[in-house]
C-alpha cells in the first residue's frame, strides 16, 4: 500500500509538470523522419471508440507526421493522462463538487495552464476556451 501510494505521488508530480505542444504546419507531412528516440505521447480523435486516444510514438516528428495528432506531451503516454473537453455548446450549469484539475488554454506555440475546482468548471469556463485538462493543480 505505501509502494502504491508513493507511485500515485510521482504520477501526480509528473502530469503537474507537464507541457502540452501543437504540431507546427512545418511539422506535418515530413518525408523522413529521424531516427532518434525521443519518447513523446501524441493524442486525438479514435474512430474506433468515437472518443480520444494517446499513443507513444518514438520521436516528435513520427507524431506529428500522424494527421490524427492534435496534442503532444513529452514522454510516454499514461492511461488517462489527458482528457479533451467535448466539443459543442458550454453549459452554465455545473456541479459544486471539489477535485483540482488543470485546464489548458492554447497560447501559441504551446499551452497556459488554469487551475479549475473540477472538469465541468474547466470545460465550461465562458471566459477561456478550454481544450484539455488534466487531474491534479495545475
Known sequence: MKILAIVVVICLIFLANSQIYNCTPQERNVPSCPRLYRPMCGCGPDN????????????????????????????????????????????????????????????PPSYRKYPYSNECFACNDMNKNVSFWTDGTC
Open 48 to 107: 474506433y471508440t468515437r472518443g480520444y486516444a494517446c499513443r507513444t510514438y518514438d520521436n516528435r516528428c513520427f507524431a506529428c507526421n500522424n494527421s490524427q495528432v492534435i496534442a503532444l506531451m513529452q514522454g510516454y503516454c499514461a492511461a488517462s493522462r489527458i482528457n479533451i473537453c467535448p466539443p459543442g455548446p458550454k453549459s452554465p450549469y455545473c456541479p459544486m463538487y471539489y477535485h483540482a484539475v488543470c485546464g489548458f488554454v492554447y497560447n
